[in-house]
């Protein structure tokens, strides 16, 4: 289970200082350690109207965000504050609060002092998986024409998934009601976000009016309404924090409670495309991408910031598979093995289970790119690990059990006559000595050869200067030597074949189980995306079809204008064919 993250109080993510976004690296540091899904919930608010109260309220604390009763802001870019989510366990809250000032148009503010006031809000659109908007007063043309300013950016700049919408009322006076019936909070956003149809979409004003909605509705499917009372008597906003709550007013504080419900019951985890969970090191990531291409001068785009991810996370689920492979072969391996064949089987268990392990970390692996290094580092790895130990195994079993040998040539035990005979009986009596020790590993054969190899001179001069044999024994001792070495090559060149036969039949089976988990995994994913996808088109569906409402409803109208306006230019071209002869309207002359 991994360790919560709690911070004691909030603490800046993005400072806006001197027309610059900065990222805080004590910020950065704190998310880098969140292993744990997060559920990001962002507010933002234009006229600083208790956000920071909502927000302490989610945190589950009295303090924590400042409330900002004075003129001066106290949020001034980001703010952070990480919990424990008090409703879903092994997640993490993560609770963005923001303050901007919008004023004026949204490529006004491209050009003007207040742009990064706008990139400010996008980033809270598109790091948020609840986005939540404060306003003051009734939902009004000014709050729709902000927010619209701020989807078109965010839609500039590549979102392909927003966040779930939720729009805050603050200081809501009116009754919820319409001729006379009660209507809910969510009706109410929805007539508010209501298009106008008929006679109106003709008007070139309602352009204006339709069009913040239309884009409102299209980038935030999925919305919900909550409307506050005043908390207190104006007089007493500047010492909210200090009051106790049965000094509030009892529907603000039922309000409060039903807003924070909602939102910790029904805010999501943080994703991305394809569905893919946002941890503390993503969401990290996300922060970095977004602001350095602001910094820039380039626009944030979404699925650059995914790629750029998917490449660190690629990276690191390359080592974490090696790593796990690494260990399960230390824990399973002793080296060298008995046989190749015992190390190929615990190399592909092994290996296995690395698979399992990049998968389970690893997400957008273009064209299975990471997956290959992975494969064929694996493969390597697993060839020089029982090479290089046999190797020195073999080599230091030889150098036992020949060193007497070798030692006694030097002394010249050797160099008399029979010497050579009794040179070669000692040295079979030494490889059958060699061969009867276990587990040399797979190069059993080929290290001994070698280094019989490096004593053939010995052995030569042995028989050269042996004054007991003939030139004739001498000649044929010679002879068996080269059947003897020829044997053992054609002996060698059957290893080394059979050898291979089993690296090729170990590599296809790890390509076969290279192929069986990743299309595994895209089967996941294949479902998981048309379930979203699904959802979506759903969502879409609905803002088409009420386009195609409207539409419908102003060709109807202009059909019944162009019907009356054909009448009336007969009727008034026959009363205008000559100045005598005049038609009445009905049809004498």
């Given at each position: 289970?991994?360790?919560?993250i709690?911070?004691?109080?909030?603490?800046?993510?993005i400072?806006?200082?001197?027309?610059?976004?900065?990222?805080?690296?004590?910020?950065?540091?704190?998310?880098?350690?969140?292993?744990?899904?997060?559920?990001?919930?962002?507010?933002?608010?234009?006229?600083?109207?208790?956000?920071?109260?909502?927000?302490?309220?989610l945190?589950?604390?009295?303090?924590?965000?400042?409330?900002?009763?004075?003129?001066?802001?106290?949020?001034?870019?980001?703010?952070m504050?990480?919990?424990?989510?008090?409703?879903?366990?092994?997640?993490?809250?993560?609770?963005?609060?923001?303050?901007?000032?919008?004023?004026?148009?949204?490529?006004?503010?491209?050009?003007?002092?207040?742009?990064?006031?706008?990139?400010?809000?996008?980033?809270?659109?598109?790091l948020?998986?609840?986005?939540?908007?404060?306003?003051?007063?009734?939902i009004?043309?000014?709050?729709?024409?902000?927010?619209?300013?701020?989807?078109?950016?965010?839609?500039?700049?590549?979102?392909?998934?927003?966040?779930?919408?939720?729009?805050?009322?603050?200081?809501?006076?009116?009754?919820?009601?319409?001729?006379?019936?009660?209507?809910?909070?969510?009706?109410y956003?929805?007539?508010?976000?209501?298009?106008?149809?008929?006679?109106?979409?003709?008007?070139?004003?309602?352009?204006?009016?339709?069009?913040?909605?239309?884009?409102i509705?299209?980038?935030?499917?999925?919305?919900?309404?909550?409307?506050?009372?005043?908390?207190?008597?104006?007089?007493?906003?500047?010492?909210?924090?200090?009051?106790?709550?049965?000094?509030?007013?009892?529907?603000?504080?039922?309000?409060?409670?039903?807003?924070?419900?909602?939102?910790?019951?029904?805010?999501?985890?943080?994703?991305?495309?394809?569905?893919?969970?946002?941890?503390?090191?993503?969401?990290?990531?996300?922060?970095?991408?977004?602001?350095?291409?602001?910094?820039?001068?380039?626009?944030?785009c979404?699925?650059?910031?995914?790629?750029?991810?998917?490449?660190?996370?690629?990276?690191?689920?390359?080592?974490?598979?090696?790593a796990?492979?690494?260990?399960?072969?230390?824990?399973?391996?002793?080296?060298?093995?008995?046989?190749?064949?015992?190390?190929?089987?615990?190399?592909?268990?092994s290996?296995?289970?690395?698979?399992?392990?990049?998968?389970?970390?690893?997400?957008?692996?273009?064209?299975?790119?990471?997956?290959?290094?992975?494969?064929?580092?694996?493969?390597?790895?697993?060839?020089?690990?029982?090479?290089?130990?046999?190797?020195?195994?073999?080599?230091?079993?030889?150098?036992?059990?020949?060193?007497?040998?070798?030692?006694?040539?030097?002394?010249?035990?050797?160099?008399?006559?029979?010497?050579?005979?009794?040179?070669?009986?000692?040295?079979?009596e030494?490889?059958?000595?060699?061969?009867?020790?276990?587990?040399?590993?797979?190069?059993?054969?080929?290290?001994?050869?070698?280094?019989?190899?490096?004593?053939?001179?010995?052995?030569?001069?042995?028989l050269?200067?042996?004054?007991?044999?003939?030139?004739?024994?001498?000649?044929?001792?010679?002879?068996?030597?080269?059947?003897?070495?020829?044997?053992?090559?054609?002996?060698?060149?059957?290893?080394?074949?059979?050898?291979?036969?089993?690296?090729?039949?170990?590599?296809?089976?790890?390509?076969?189980?290279?192929?069986?988990?990743?299309?595994?995994?895209?089967?996941?994913?294949?479902?998981?995306?048309?379930?979203?996808?699904?959802?979506?088109?759903?969502?879409?569906?609905?803002?088409?079809?009420?386009?195609?409402?409207?539409?419908?409803?102003?060709?109807?109208?202009?059909?019944?204008?162009?019907?009356?306006?054909?009448?009336?230019?007969?009727?008034?071209?026959?009363?205008?064919?000559?100045?005598?002869?005049?038609?009445?309207?009905?049809?004498?002359?």
């Amino acid at each position: 289970m991994a360790p919560e993250i709690d911070l004691p109080g909030p603490m800046s993510l993005i400072d806006n200082t001197k027309g610059q976004l900065v990222v805080n690296p004590e910020a950065l540091k704190i998310l880098s350690a969140i292993t744990q899904p997060v559920v990001v919930v962002a507010i933002v608010d234009l006229y600083r109207t208790g956000k920071s109260y909502l927000m302490n309220k989610l945190a589950g604390k009295k303090n924590g965000f400042s409330l900002g009763s004075t003129v001066q802001s106290h949020s001034k870019g980001i703010w952070m504050w990480c919990v424990p989510h008090p409703k879903k366990p092994e997640h993490t809250l993560v609770l963005l609060d923001t303050e901007v000032t919008l004023l004026c148009g949204f490529y006004n503010d491209l050009q003007g002092d207040n742009e990064n006031d706008s990139w400010i809000f996008a980033l809270a659109v598109l790091l948020s998986s609840t986005f939540v908007y404060n306003s003051m007063g009734t939902i009004n043309q000014q709050a729709m024409d902000q927010l619209h300013y701020v989807t078109e950016l965010t839609d500039r700049i590549k979102a392909n998934s927003s966040p779930a919408f939720v729009w805050t009322p603050r200081d809501f006076t009116l009754e919820l009601e319409v001729d006379g019936e009660p209507i809910t909070a969510d009706d109410y956003l929805e007539l508010s976000l209501k298009l106008r149809k008929g006679y109106w979409v003709l008007i070139k004003k309602s352009k204006s009016f339709n069009d913040p909605r239309l884009c409102i509705q299209k980038f935030f499917p999925n919305r919900k309404c909550f409307i506050f009372d005043w908390p207190v008597q104006k007089k007493y906003l500047a010492r909210l924090e200090q009051l106790k709550e049965e000094e509030l007013n009892p529907d603000f504080i039922e309000q409060v409670a039903e807003f924070c419900s909602y939102i910790l019951s029904h805010s999501n985890v943080k994703t991305l495309s394809g569905g893919i969970p946002v941890n503390g090191p993503r969401l990290e990531s996300l922060v970095l991408t977004y602001v350095n291409a602001i910094s820039s001068g380039d626009l944030p785009c979404m699925e650059n910031a995914v790629l750029a991810l998917a490449q660190i996370e690629n990276s690191a689920a390359v080592e974490k598979a090696i790593a796990h492979y690494e260990q399960q072969m230390g824990q399973k391996v002793q080296l060298p093995t008995e046989t190749l064949q015992e190390l190929l089987d615990l190399h592909r268990d092994s290996e296995r289970e690395a698979i399992e392990v990049f998968m389970k970390n690893s997400f957008k692996d273009v064209d299975q790119t990471f997956q290959r290094k992975l494969g064929i580092y694996l493969a390597q790895l697993e060839a020089r690990r029982d090479d290089f130990s046999s190797s020195d195994c073999c080599m230091a079993l030889l150098q036992d059990i020949f060193g007497p040998l070798e030692e006694d040539v030097k002394q010249g035990t050797f160099s008399k006559p029979g010497g050579y005979r009794l040179f070669i009986q000692k040295q079979q009596e030494l490889k059958n000595k060699y061969y009867q020790v276990p587990r040399k590993g797979i190069q059993a054969e080929e290290v001994p050869k070698k280094y019989l190899e490096s004593k053939e001179d010995v052995a030569d001069a042995l028989l050269q200067t042996d004054q007991s044999l003939s030139e004739k024994e001498k000649a044929i001792e010679v002879e068996r030597i080269k059947a003897e070495s020829a044997e053992a090559a054609k002996k060698m060149l059957e290893e080394i074949q059979k050898k291979n036969e089993q690296m090729m039949e170990q590599k296809d089976k790890s390509y076969q189980e290279h192929v069986k988990q990743l299309t595994e995994k895209m089967e996941r994913d294949r479902a998981q995306f048309m379930a979203e996808q699904e959802k979506t088109l759903s969502l879409k569906l609905q803002v088409f079809n009420c386009i195609i409402s409207i539409f419908s409803s102003s060709l109807q109208l202009r059909a019944e204008i162009q019907r009356k306006s054909v009448e009336y230019l007969k009727y008034h071209l026959c009363n205008t064919l000559t100045p005598k002869k005049r038609l009445s309207k009905d049809g004498r002359v």
